[in-house]
């Protein structure tokens, strides 16, 4: 086995390596030898197991006013230190320290395929936009425990480099990331089932196997114009698409939409469109598209001047199996898209 | 209502002079089985085949497995109401059951012409993917069966499936006048008041919003597939076989429900570690909201009313049926009600909630791991040696192959072939489970 002590290279904001308060604040990226600032107690941590050959730091606003800059710069002076491991951080509860610290680690590990692990508060924004790519310690919010910490960084950033999968996150201490794989148990489902119930019946603890995850509600948002003044779109999920699918949206877990003009048309033909949609009856849809897409009715409220205008653009994809992740992505696409048109509400018709 | 259940292992098959089971040998009367199905004049063409265990043979299309039972003292039959099948409430008496011993059902006819949604499943005797299912230790007599191709869909499904039930009632009637060699008897006898009150609340699918016939072949209630509100059931009804596959999945045949190890198990523990009161049956797949949050509500009503203070949920469909099963566990835990969920769970990239709506009132899962087997990982069943049923399979675009994209293609049913694109262990067979 190879003893050679690792080579880590620590990441720390201004204050933390001691190069000044909010007024430096602006300091561009910069590499100094060995350990500085609270880089020492990642040494101390690391004890006879590694040495911290470098510590990089970078002002707060550098790094959050011109992001992709700071960790290009970051990620050259990381490559040049050649080191096993990166460890950035603790940010604790500082949102533009753990952000950094955050891009930086996912950016070392995608670009250097170098490990890498960070550390911070559960409220600190770093947590929301990289727990999924980066391990991420929970800390507390100041750091008033430094020691203990760090101990904790180092010990699953030693797991990580010596290329071992850590343990759940409950017990090493991170953030969920979000990356499920399958196990193999002791017990058959149906057993465990039962046991789970009879935990939960006599009020002994028990530990669900899914967790319950942020599910984030999404308010209706409220129209601010009136109906007459308003531009409407029609936006499904139902599957109708032009015949021949020109755009090959898949029959379930879609990842594509398409757009299709209906302008200069008061209605839609049925001849000329088809359905791809494995989640339900589609015959009557293809009998009549309006059934889905009410192309019709909308034309007749807009000629009423009951709508202001309807928008000539049809989005279309298929919800059914859709991933969670494509269907966010496609909506917040399709939604780009009707903003930038001045589109003011939208009708959906859902399957 | 009290049943004994006399269970007749078999060990082995063959086709051999008339059908006869004696000490775990089955001989089966090939002849007289193929003529009684074919008495049917709807039937076109039927042949029987056997799979044994470990064999390297693959079967498909493979639309349903029944385990043949039969009913021996008491009212009724079993497998009641299917295929025009006797009505009378079952449960009581005397039942007789060929244990290890699956009829596959395997013919081209799909389960309606409405369109988007595919007989898929095919069965392995050995490998990886067979080792996934229970019915990799069954001894397989399969009927590969295929009706008059001038019939509508709806009657070629009845056809095709009562012809398989034929051939279950055929081999249970051989053990109807013997002495079972293992009895177990069924009841929901008095207990201690002290012991907590459990419920099942069994969620199956309806074919009806998919097909748009309420008469449409799948998961039946007494024969009936139709949307219904929800049903009470002794659980010996359901050992009877008044609640009965195929849906869309392995796992949803009619054997994994007559052999479904969570209902067992809250069984044999009652009287032990609960009081349990039964089954709720819940149809699935309603179309609306309203109607969706409504059987919720009377889901857990009932429950509540048959004094229910814990139950166990399962489902066997994957997408929009979810929201009536999750709003079911969440009316009940507003009723005090403690739930316990099994579940599959779907894709989780980028660290998306494996639960389409995940509700905080859902908060004891037991999961069965991913339902994609694209996610899960299960690599392409390999080549076999023999295949039963037909040459080619069609692979779908979106489904089968990969998650996203791909095209239709036509392969040979006996080379590596990608597993369905569904896996969904519903009623916790498997020790698989999820964990990050």
């Known amino acids: 086995m190879d003893a050679r002590p690792l080579r880590v290279v620590c990441y720390v904001n201004q204050y933390f390596g001691t190069l000044g308060g909010e007024d430096r604040a602006g300091l561009g990226p910069q590499a100094m030898e060995g350990a500085v600032g609270s880089a020492r107690a990642v040494q101390q941590a690391l004890g006879e197991a590694g040495t911290v050959v470098a510590t990089l730091a970078c002002g707060d606003n550098y790094a959050a006013e011109q992001p992709e800059r700071a960790v290009a710069e970051l990620v050259r002076l990381v490559a040049a230190a050649g080191p096993d491991l990166v460890i950035a951080g603790p940010a604790f509860l500082a949102g533009r320290y753990g952000v950094a610290c955050g891009a930086l680690c996912a950016a070392v590990q995608a670009e250097l395929k170098i490990p890498a692990v960070t550390g911070m508060h559960a409220e600190n924004p770093g947590v929301e936009l990289y727990r999924r790519q980066v391990h991420i310690v929970s800390t507390g919010g100041e750091a008033a425990r430094m020691g203990d910490e760090a101990r904790r960084l180092v010990a699953l950033g030693l797991t990580l480099a010596r290329g071992e999968t850590p343990g759940a996150p409950a017990v090493e201490g991170y953030f969920p990331r979000g990356v499920t794989r399958n196990v193999v148990t002791a017990a058959s489902a149906a057993e465990r089932a039962t046991a789970m119930l009879l935990d939960k019946l006599a009020g002994r603890p028990f530990a669900s196997e899914v967790p319950r995850p942020a599910f984030p509600a999404v308010p209706a948002p409220r129209l601010v114009k009136t109906l007459e003044g308003a531009t409407i779109a029609l936006v499904t999920d139902g599957g109708l698409v032009p015949r021949g699918n020109p755009d090959g949206v898949e029959p379930l877990n879609a990842t594509r939409y398409g757009a299709y003009s209906i302008e200069g048309k008061t209605g839609l033909d049925a001849a000329q469109y088809d359905n791809p949609h494995r989640g339900y009856d589609t015959s009557w849809v293809k009998q009549d598209p309006h059934r889905l897409v009410p192309v019709d009715v909308a034309r007749e409220l807009e000629q009423q001047g009951a709508i202001g205008k309807l928008h000539e653009t049809v989005y279309s994809t298929v919800g059914v199996a859709t991933t969670l992740a494509h269907s966010a992505r496609m909506g917040r696409e399709i939604a780009d898209k009707l903003r930038e048109a001045g589109v003011d509400a939208v009708i959906l018709t859902s399957t | 209502m009290r049943l004994e259940m006399g269970t007749f292992p078999v060990t082995d098959i063959a086709f051999d002079g008339s059908t006869r089971w004696e000490a775990g040998r089955l001989t089966v009367d090939r002849d007289a089985v193929l003529a009684a199905v074919r008495e049917d004049p709807r039937i076109a063409s039927a042949e029987l085949e056997i799979a044994r265990p470990g064999e390297s043979v693959r079967i498909w299309p493979v639309r349903d497995v029944i385990e043949p039972r039969v009913k021996v003292q008491g009212p009724g039959v079993c497998y009641p109401g299917v295929c025009g099948r006797d009505i009378a409430t079952v449960g009581e008496g005397r039942t007789h059951r060929l244990a290890g011993l699956g009829v596959a059902e395997v013919s081209s006819v799909n389960w309606h012409d409405a369109g988007g949604d595919f007989v898929e499943t095919y069965l392995d005797m050995s490998g990886h993917y067979a080792d996934m299912y229970p019915y990799r230790r069954l001894l397989t007599l399969c009927l590969v069966v295929e009706p008059d191709a001038t019939l509508g869909e709806e009657i070629k499904n009845y056809a095709v499936h ?129 109607e969706k949050q409504l059987m919720a509500n009377q889901t857990a009503k009932l429950a509540r009313l048959l004094g229910a203070q814990g139950a166990v949920v399962t489902w066997d469909a994957g997408g929009n049926e979810f929201i009536e099963v999750v709003r079911s566990i969440q009316a009940c835990e507003r009723l005090g009600i403690k739930t316990v969920f099994l579940t599959s769970e779907d894709d989780a990239t980028d660290g998306a909630p494996t639960m389409l709506e995940p509700l905080p009132e859902a908060d004891a899962i037991v999961s069965t791991s991913f339902f994609k087997n694209v996610t899960l990982g299960v690599p392409p069943a390999p080549a076999v040696a023999r295949v039963i049923g037909l040459p080619t399979k069609q692979i779908r675009r979106g489904s089968t192959i990969g998650l996203h994209g791909g095209a239709d293609a036509m392969l040979p049913t006996a080379g590596p072939l990608p597993a369905p694109w569904r896996y969904d262990d519903h009623y916790g067979f498997g020790s698989l489970s999820c964990i990050e």
């Open chain 2, 162 to 290: 009562k012809a398989a039930l034929t051939v279950a009632d055929r081999l249970a009637e051989s053990v109807r006048g013997l002495t079972p060699p293992e009895r177990e008897v069924f009841e929901l006898g008095p207990v201690n008041p002290a012991l907590p009150r459990v419920i099942y609340i069994w969620c199956v699918h309806s074919p009806q919003a998919m097909s748009g016939s309420p008469t449409a072949f799948g998961t039946a209630t007494y024969g009936l597939t139709q949307l219904t509100p929800p049903w009470y059931l002794h659980p010996n009804e359901i050992l009877d076989g008044a609640l009965t596959g195929p849906y869309r999945t392995a796992f949803a045949m009619s054997w994994t429900v007559a052999n479904n190890p969570l209902l067992l198990d809250l069984y044999r523990r009652h009287g032990k570690d609960w009081n349990f009161l039964g089954v709720i049956s819940l149809r699935t797949e309603w179309t609306t909201q309203t």
